[in-house]
């Protein structure tokens, strides 16, 4: 059958993976505790059997509802996924071994997700945050030649301190900055457009310059490579996108079936329509938000 998609032609190569839902942070924004009931990691013995369902991906990033570095075995986990490039998204407080790293060698990236560039700024947003640890991993991710980038969401609390941060950036070599606009916030990113565009622009010129790629808060995040990035759970449960716990459909289990079985199913096929991605609810696909910000 002829794929009339309009929206995602390729498969996905990138796949999100959820192996703990255990954090170590109570961030004040953050709704994950409220969905995890007993946080807990995704046993060895079930990492296995699932990692041999990831034949069709290139990439794995290892991220969910907790915080991966977190995962009682996680450098065993690497192991696992010796012949993937695994991409990291932390929240930075937790101690990387690098040494361990460097011996599994399949580290594409790791994300750090940076919201301030003080103590102080970043205890506001979660009381119990180790901004020391966090420095030392940028420090050692630099000595071990580890690409790195800095994933920082832009609210009215830190817009004064957006500087500073890339400031950060580019004293710790991290090689991309990503920012985002937090859900829930269209008035005040509709408000203070012009304060916040201003903001920026200067964000941009400034790590450009510096040789750092810059990527804006209305480019898509939830697409790779011309392809929907997957999404699976801690239970192995498979969704076409990010937005898994909010309104996108199920389309299966690793432990039942292959993501190339799903593929193309009549659900998948479904999504692949854009009849999900027309109507997010998403931010970057807000017309009000992508024509205010589409130059920044």
């Not at 296995?48 to 969910?64: H, I, M, P, R, T």
């Amino acid at each position: 059958m002829e794929q009339k998609s309009v929206y995602y032609r390729n498969a996905p190569n990138m796949v999100l993976f959820e192996i703990t839902t255990k954090c170590n942070l109570h961030c004040v924004y953050c709704s994950a505790r409220k969905l995890v009931k007993k946080p807990e990691d995704l046993p060895l013995s079930n990492i296995v059997q699932l990692a041999d369902k990831f034949e069709d991906f290139e990439y794995v990033c290892l991220c969910g509802l907790g915080e991966s570095l977190l995962h009682s075995d996680f450098y065993e986990v690497l192991k696992i996924f010796q012949n993937k490039k695994i991409v990291l998204v932390t929240n930075g407080s937790v101690p990387i071994d690098y040494k361990k790293l460097d011996e599994t060698r399949n580290i594409d990236a790791i994300s750090f997700s940076v919201d301030d560039a003080t103590e102080e700024g970043m205890k506001r947003i979660s009381d119990n945050y180790r901004f020391d640890i966090l420095l030392r991993n940028l420090e050692e991710a630099m000595q071990y030649n580890v690409n790195t980038a800095i994933n920082c969401t832009l609210v009215k609390e830190n817009i004064s301190g957006m500087e500073e941060i890339k400031n950060l950036a580019v004293r710790y070599g991290v090689k991309r900055f990503k920012v985002g606009f937090p859900f829930g916030s269209g008035k005040w990113i509709a408000d203070n457009a012009e304060e916040i565009k201003a903001v920026l622009r200067e964000i941009k010129k400034s790590l450009q310059y510096n040789g750092i790629e810059y990527e804006g808060p209305t480019e898509i995040k939830c697409a790779y490579d011309n392809a929907p990035i997957a999404v699976v759970s801690k239970n192995g449960n498979v969704y076409p996108c990010c937005d898994y716990f909010c309104q996108r459909p199920l389309v299966g289990n690793l432990y039942q079936k292959t993501f190339q079985v799903m593929w193309n199913k009549d659900s998948y096929e479904k999504f692949r329509s854009g009849i999900y991605c027309n109507p997010c609810i998403q931010y970057h696909n807000k017309k009000s938000i992508v024509d205010l910000y589409k130059d920044v």
